[in-house]
């Protein structure tokens, strides 16, 4: 392989890391936040110390962030192999779609026909945005 | 949906939305980070741009995690993209931008795509998870029933 297919490799298997680390990140928050409940109802109930002590303390929030950063990581990386107008638009893409999957298999979302068509559309609509 | 809900999700797309494109301002103007200049980073932080842009993207998360504890992350995430059609609007109507062709495109996606979403429910799984646990008492006595059913059965063979 020469230098220049080397770093199309590289570009890619990071937008591939970036998405992948948003999509585990998103659906760990989105279990963890389930578990706290609806933190509107929460607060009124019982005070916003115990929405904090409750979210910070869940131990799938603190993983969620954990993903979170490492998707952080990976774009910073992507960043420095690929354009920014490739890297951008391809992650975040590829993020949208990957969620869709994952909450339907991790999250038992019902994600029917029209979930799946907003998924592609906003997918290609971000990507047209950000290039 | 309450009004309250609607609330939270245009604040999850205005804050994400804003956060980011005043943060990329305030990155801008301090210039590229990097590992052998990291005294730059605190530069960077004193930057006004940069700090409200941290201050919006804080909002943003608040927003987010309030949003997901009452819907599917599925209706949260097309919603959140809303905000960078409200920039392009922005950028066209308020700083008379150039928006090219393929902008507005990206933009009437979006703008569908969020259209799609809005008619389904803002949570599908709670409703599926509280069923399952509703059920899953009586599968268990069925369970039980069928054992005691079969256990005579057994004996008699």
Redesign the interface.
Known sequence: MNQHSIAIAYTWASILAVALASVVG??L??RA??Q?????DLWRRSGAWTVMRR?LGNPLFSAGVMAMALSFFSLLFSLSWGDVSLVGPAAASLT?IG??F???IF??????R??W??????A???????? | MSF?KYL?LAGVAVFAATGDAILSQGMKQTGSISLHRLPTLIVALLNPFVAVGIVLLVGFFAT???A???A????V??AS?LG??LL?LIAKFGLHEHVSL??W??????????G??A??PAA???E??SRVAGSGPERVADNATEHQRAAPGGVES
């Not at chain 2, 599917?72 to 209706?75: G, N, Q, V």
Request: net charge positive; glycine share 6%; proline share 1%.
């Open positions: 998103d659906v928050l989105s936040m389930r706290v409940g609806d933190v509107s979210t949208f969620n869709a994952a909450a339907k999250l038992h979302e019902k994600v029917d029209r979930r068509m907003a998924a592609v559309l906003v290609a609509g971000v990507a047209l945005l950000a290039g | 309250r939270v987010y995690m309030n997901l504890s009452w599917d992350l599925t209706y995430l097309p993209s960078y059609v392009a393929s902008r495109i990206g933009i009437a996606l979006i703008s569908v795509g969020v799609f979403v008619t389904t599908t799984s709670r599926d998870s």
